[in-house]
């Protein structure tokens, strides 16, 4: 039986803390591939292991790891999308694993490839969307307007067929449905991957805006870090699905630099040495890669 009781190790859960994750860990069977050592072709990885911190309303925590890191796992696990194999996750307060129901209204997600309604104009989309969360259409209409203006998708763009837009502009698109809704707490996965400088700059204006104004709790992912510099207030860095460092950028970068100037030690460098891996590099094409 599963004891709900708060124990010395396992405290009451906080209702101002946006986001308690406590030792979540995810495993994957290996698939079978053909060709490779007998030692890679089975068995268990664990894609996210043992993961704990907490994110304070407010706040915006980036979740830094390369490709294969474990980010949209964790993410998926955190948004009641997947089933952690162990471990507790808590959204003010509410047991997201357990009571998946009651957080669902709490937070909301911008995966790494969101789907649309592609004949539909990103209008048609953002009231579908609206509706189907319960919005009047009049509030839908107003906020989708004044979100999709203030990430620079103008009124003609917002009348078209998504099918007619750049994946930049789709991005926008997912952050405005994403934010329509003024969630509390809300999972960025790499939101501006593969965006054009100039998008990347509104998406991050957008986020850092938004936070100062509604005080919405974010976490975002990305490999980016000048990104991660520039919105986070604190930053984790995962490497085999564990967090192995964890703080402000300037507390990251001055506990790498030592004796040496802030301004000689980039994040990338920081990463590297907390990680000993290079943001670019794939995981799953390391030595232990699972193929
Ligand atoms: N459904 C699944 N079945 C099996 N393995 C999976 C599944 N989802 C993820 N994995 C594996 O878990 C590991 C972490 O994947 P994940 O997608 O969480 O990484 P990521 O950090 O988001 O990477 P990226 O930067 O490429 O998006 C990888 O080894 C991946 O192959
Ligand atoms: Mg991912």
């Given at each position: 039986?599963?004891s709900?009781?708060?124990?010395?190790?396992?405290?009451?859960p906080?209702?101002r803390l946006?986001l308690?994750?406590?030792?979540?860990?995810?495993r994957?069977?290996?698939?079978?591939v053909?060709?490779?050592?007998?030692s890679?072709?089975r068995?268990?990885?664990?894609?996210?292991?043992d993961?704990s911190?907490?994110?304070?309303?407010?706040?915006?925590?980036g979740?830094?790891?390369?490709?294969g890191?474990g980010?949209?796992?964790?993410?998926?696990?955190l948004?009641?999308?997947?089933?952690?194999?162990?471990g507790?996750?808590?959204?003010?307060g509410?047991?997201?694993?357990?009571?998946p129901?009651?957080?669902?209204?709490?937070?909301?997600?911008?995966?790494?490839?969101?789907?649309?309604?592609?004949?539909?104009?990103?209008?048609?989309?953002?009231?579908?969307?609206?509706?189907?969360?319960?919005?009047?259409?009049?509030?839908v209409?107003?906020?989708?307007a004044?979100?999709?203006?203030?990430?620079?998708?103008?009124?003609?763009?917002?009348?078209?067929?998504?099918?007619?837009m750049?994946?930049?502009?789709?991005?926008?698109?997912?952050?405005?449905r994403a934010?329509?809704?003024s969630?509390?707490?809300m999972?960025?996965?790499?939101?501006?991957?593969?965006?054009?400088?100039r998008?990347?700059r509104?998406?991050?204006?957008?986020?850092?805006?938004?936070?100062g104004?509604?005080?919405?709790?974010?976490l975002?992912?990305?490999?980016?870090m000048?990104?991660?510099e520039?919105?986070?207030?604190?930053?984790?860095?995962?490497?085999?699905?564990?967090?192995?460092?964890?703080?402000?950028?300037?507390?990251?970068?001055?506990?790498?630099?030592?004796a040496?100037?802030?301004?000689?030690?980039?994040?990338?460098?920081?990463?590297?040495?907390?990680?000993?891996?290079?943001?670019?590099?794939?995981?799953?094409?390391?030595?232990?890669?699972?193929g």
């Open positions: 039986m599963i709900t009781e708060p124990t010395a190790r396992h405290p009451e906080d209702h946006a308690d994750v406590r030792g979540v860990t995810k994957f069977r290996r698939r079978r053909p060709g490779l050592a007998r890679r072709r068995g268990v990885h664990t894609a996210v292991d993961v911190f907490k994110v304070d309303a407010g706040e915006i925590y979740v830094i790891g390369a490709n890191s980010k949209s796992t964790l993410i998926r696990m948004s009641t999308l997947l089933l952690p194999d162990a507790e996750v808590y959204v003010f509410h047991d997201a694993v357990r009571r129901l009651a957080v669902r209204p709490l937070l909301n997600r911008v995966s790494a490839d969101p789907s649309f309604f592609r004949a539909m104009s990103p209008m048609e989309n953002l009231r579908f969307f609206g509706r189907a969360y319960g919005l009047s259409g009049g509030a209409r107003s906020r989708s004044a979100i999709l203006e203030r990430l620079g998708v103008d009124g003609d763009k917002a009348r078209e067929p998504m099918l007619h750049s994946r930049g502009q789709q991005q926008k698109v997912a952050v405005a934010f329509l809704t969630p509390r707490l999972l960025l996965d790499e939101p501006t991957t593969g965006l054009d400088p998008s990347k509104d998406v991050q204006r957008f986020v850092a805006e938004v936070r104004e509604d005080g919405v709790a974010i975002l992912t990305t490999h980016d000048e990104e991660a520039l919105l986070c207030d604190r930053i984790a860095f995962l490497a085999g699905g564990r967090i192995v460092a964890e703080g402000t950028p300037l507390d990251l970068r001055k506990g790498v630099a030592g040496r100037p802030l301004d000689e030690v980039d994040m990338e460098t920081v990463f590297m040495e907390l990680t000993g891996r290079d943001i670019e590099e794939d995981e799953e094409e390391g030595p232990d890669g699972n």
